[in-house]
Nanobody, 126 residues
Framework: VQLQASGGGLVQAGGSLRLSCAAS????????VGWFRQAPGKEREFVAA????????HYADSVRRRFTISRDNDKNTVYLQMTGLKPEDAAVYFC????????????????????WGSGTQVTVSS
């Protein structure tokens, strides 16, 4: 599975961006797909995840009600719609896919994912 994240950029605080994670090489249907982010000098942080088959979503508290994760079966793509962006949201955003059904407590754990995209930079100006 190859994952390609895109859609990052520079946005003012309060603005919006939509990130895309396109999968190729193998369908990622029925796999959990997550978004993580990593700011300079910080550990990789869980943002959101979606269970492909059920569409059930999970969010970090810091982004709940501002970010929305969704999927497009036909395009084999997962999206992260980000609104109300804050300077602390600035980071490199990565998407990742797992090849097993993860229990909810494992979704925020980067080590639970098997495939990673290359990342896309999000910069938020204050």
């Amino acid at each position: 599975v190859q994952l390609q994240a895109s859609g990052g950029g520079l946005v003012q605080a309060g603005g919006s961006l939509r990130l895309s994670c396109a999968a190729s090489g193998r369908t990622i249907s029925s796999y959990p797909v997550g978004w993580f982010r990593q700011a300079p000098g910080k550990e990789r942080e869980f943002v959101a995840a979606i269970r492909w088959s059920s569409g059930m979503t999970h969010y970090a508290d810091s982004v709940r009600r501002r970010f929305t994760i969704s999927r497009d079966n036909d395009k084999n793509t997962v999206y992260l719609q980000m609104t109300g962006l804050k300077p602390e949201d600035a980071a490199v955003y990565f998407c990742a896919a797992a090849v097993s059904r993860l229990i909810q407590s494992s979704l925020p754990n980067p080590s639970a994912y098997d495939y990673w995209g290359s990342g896309t930079q999000v910069t938020v100006s204050s």
